[in-house]
Structure formats: structure tokens, C-alpha cells
């Protein structure tokens, strides 16, 4: 079974499926351990591990390095990728990413200036340019069943019947998915799916933007079972980012780590989640051949 196969068995199943996301290898395993059944690789957070603003200047190599961080862990769980606009050749990204083993993407309708979905100064390019842009990348997979999921960002630029009327042009255009972002009202995600004809619907909960912070059955429920996926995108980097910066401060001001112990993940348990004797035993292996 192709990991594109097994996202769309696990939204079928798992209504609405809890999607996670990791910023490597360990948050994967982290994130499976913990009962995850997919996870995703966030362009906002490929961009602030450099430093940068999610303002669009990562670039595919970029992404491709981050999807290699998180897959070589060896974890099971299929992986849903950001790709911003595209990048300079979508047909390119859709094709590259599959080969690295991604299970689905999601492609988005701003201008390549870009800003985040739940920020104001967002601009959107016409439906026309954006429809062509998710049917030259579904055109390009090799695997049907690899997913391209069309996200708009246009409810807040142009109103809810211009968002439907793109989200019914983008399922007409082949998208298999709709990403619905920043949609404050529940309600509409019935209209969603209809303008969808029927595909699954994404809604992102995001911390400190437009929408309420609802749990996955809770959106299911209030929505008349409209939303099939519910993702969190940052939750775990921003608390990272968080006890980074505390540890940072505090290391610096004492100038030891003493008595901070009890806040630091011990050596055993790192290594009893990457499986560490096993990762020696078969380097060992490896060596004598």
C-alpha cells in the first residue's frame, strides 16, 4: 500500500483524523509513540527553524531536507507536507516529494509574496491562475493515490461565495482535499464540503489566529461531520521555541545546568524511543559486510 493510499484510508476511518506537526525525526516518533496517526511538516516552521518569517522564502530543497529529517527516523506515519504556492515548478515539487516518500501536500492560492493564513495583508491570485495551478500538480503525480489538497485563503480577502465558487473550482480541477484556512465559523464547513462535492475537508487549529481552539470531535460534531481532517501545525515547536528560550535565559544566568535535571528528557528515555540497541545492532551489522 502507498503512504497515499494509507492517508486516505485513515481519513476514512478515523473522521475527523487528528493530524500532528513534527519538526524531525524525534517529534515523528514522539508524535506516533503518543497515538498520532499522521503528521505534517509546516512551511511556518521549516522557515522559523532558519530563522525566517513564513513570508515565502523557503524553496524546495529546503522542504525536501526537512521531509528527509523527519522520514529517516523510520516512522510509520504517512506525512502531509506544506509546499507554499509550489515553489518555481510544481509539477517538479509534486514529483520530488512523492519519490522522498511524502503522502500528500497542500498547495495554497496566494501570491508567491505570501503571508501567513491567519495575518492580515494576504493576497490571493484569480481563481483562474489558482484552479490551473492545482491541475498542472495533480497532473503531475505518478501515484494516483498521492494527494494534493488545495488550500484557499481567500475568505478573508473575498468573502465566503468567492471562496466557494474557488473551492468548487478547485475540486473541479482535481484536488483531492480542500484545505478551508481560517474559516471562523463552524457552520461553514458544511458549505465547504458541498462546494467541495463532497471531498474531505481540512480545518486548521492554529493557536493565536481567527478560530476558536476546538478539539477534532468537537469540530466534527458542531459541523454536521463536514470536517474530515482537524490539524495542529505548531503546537509542539511553539512550546519548544518556548522552553528554549526559558532554558537559554536560565542557563545563561547560572552558568551550570544544576538543578535543572528534572526539566531535561534523560539519556534512557531519548534513547529507549529511537530504539537505541537496536540502531547499534544493526550498524554493527552493517560494518561487517
Given at each position: 500500500?502507498?503512504?497515499?493510499?494509507?492517508?486516505?484510508?485513515?481519513?476514512?476511518?478515523?473522521?475527523?483524523?487528528?493530524?500532528?506537526?513534527?519538526?524531525?525525526?524525534?517529534?515523528?516518533?514522539?508524535?506516533?509513540?503518543?497515538?498520532?496517526?499522521?503528521?505534517?511538516?509546516?512551511?511556518?516552521?521549516?522557515?522559523?527553524?532558519?530563522?525566517?518569517?513564513?513570508?515565502?522564502?523557503?524553496?524546495?530543497?529546503?522542504?525536501?531536507?526537512?521531509?528527509?529529517?523527519?522520514?529517516?527516523?523510520?516512522?510509520?506515519?504517512?506525512?502531509?507536507?506544506?509546499?507554499?504556492?509550489?515553489?518555481?515548478?510544481?509539477?517538479?515539487?509534486?514529483?520530488?516529494?512523492?519519490?522522498?516518500?511524502?503522502?500528500?501536500?497542500?498547495?495554497?492560492?496566494?501570491?508567491?509574496?505570501?503571508?501567513?493564513?491567519?495575518?492580515?495583508?494576504?493576497?490571493?491570485?484569480?481563481?483562474?491562475?489558482?484552479?490551473?495551478?492545482?491541475?498542472?500538480a495533480v497532473s503531475a503525480k505518478n501515484?494516483?493515490?498521492?494527494?494534493?489538497?488545495?488550500?484557499?485563503?481567500?475568505?478573508?480577502?473575498?468573502?465566503?461565495?468567492?471562496?466557494?465558487?474557488?473551492?468548487?473550482?478547485?475540486?473541479?480541477?482535481?484536488?483531492?482535499m480542500i484545505f478551508a484556512e481560517a474559516?471562523?465559523?463552524?457552520?461553514?464547513?458544511?458549505?465547504?464540503?458541498?462546494?467541495?462535492?463532497?471531498?474531505?475537508?481540512?480545518?486548521?487549529?492554529?493557536?493565536?489566529?481567527?478560530?476558536?481552539?476546538?478539539?477534532?470531535?468537537?469540530?466534527?460534531?458542531?459541523?454536521?461531520?463536514?470536517?474530515?481532517?482537524?490539524?495542529?501545525?505548531?503546537?509542539?515547536?511553539?512550546?519548544?521555541?518556548?522552553?528554549?528560550?526559558?532554558?537559554?535565559?536560565?542557563?545563561?544566568?547560572?552558568?551550570?545546568?544544576?538543578?535543572?535535571?528534572?526539566?531535561?528528557?534523560?539519556?534512557?528515555?531519548?534513547?529507549?524511543?529511537?530504539?537505541?540497541?537496536?540502531?547499534?545492532?544493526?550498524?554493527?551489522?552493517?560494518?561487517?559486510?
Open positions: 500500500m502507498s503512504v497515499g493510499k494509507k492517508f486516505r484510508d485513515l481519513v476514512k476511518q478515523n473522521p475527523p483524523l487528528h493530524v500532528v506537526g513534527v519538526a524531525d525525526g524525534s517529534d515523528a516518533l514522539e508524535a506516533e509513540r503518543a497515538g498520532f496517526k499522521a503528521i505534517y511538516a509546516s512551511g511556518s516552521q521549516i522557515a522559523a527553524s532558519r530563522g525566517w518569517a513564513d513570508i515565502g522564502r523557503i524553496e524546495l530543497h529546503h522542504v525536501v531536507g526537512n521531509v528527509r529529517l523527519i522520514l529517516d527516523s523510520g516512522v510509520k506515519l504517512p506525512l502531509l507536507v506544506d509546499i507554499d504556492t509550489g515553489f518555481d515548478d510544481v509539477a517538479k515539487t509534486i514529483q520530488t516529494l512523492e519519490a522522498e516518500g511524502v503522502a500528500a501536500v497542500h498547495l495554497e492560492d496566494q501570491e508567491d509574496l505570501k503571508a501567513c493564513g491567519h495575518l492580515p495583508g494576504k493576497h490571493v491570485v484569480s481563481l483562474e491562475a489558482a484552479a490551473a495551478r492545482i491541475a498542472k501515484d494516483p493515490d498521492f494527494i494534493v489538497m488545495a488550500r484557499t485563503d481567500a475568505l478573508a480577502v473575498e468573502g465566503m461565495a468567492k471562496t466557494l465558487k474557488r473551492i468548487k473550482a478547485y475540486s473541479d480541477a482535481g484536488a483531492d474559516f471562523p465559523d463552524v457552520a461553514t464547513y458544511g458549505a465547504v464540503k458541498k462546494a467541495a462535492g463532497g471531498k474531505p475537508v481540512l480545518a486548521n487549529m492554529t493557536e493565536f489566529g481567527k478560530v476558536a481552539l476546538k478539539t477534532p470531535r468537537e469540530l466534527f460534531d458542531e459541523s454536521d461531520g463536514a470536517v474530515d481532517l482537524v490539524l495542529n501545525p505548531l503546537t509542539v515547536y511553539r512550546a519548544q521555541r518556548r522552553t528554549a528560550a526559558e532554558m537559554y535565559r536560565e542557563l545563561h544566568e547560572k552558568g551550570t545546568q544544576r538543578g535543572m535535571e528534572e526539566k531535561l528528557q534523560k539519556r534512557e528515555d531519548f534513547q529507549a524511543l529511537i530504539d537505541y540497541p537496536a540502531q547499534v545492532s544493526g550498524r554493527a551489522e552493517l560494518l561487517k559486510k
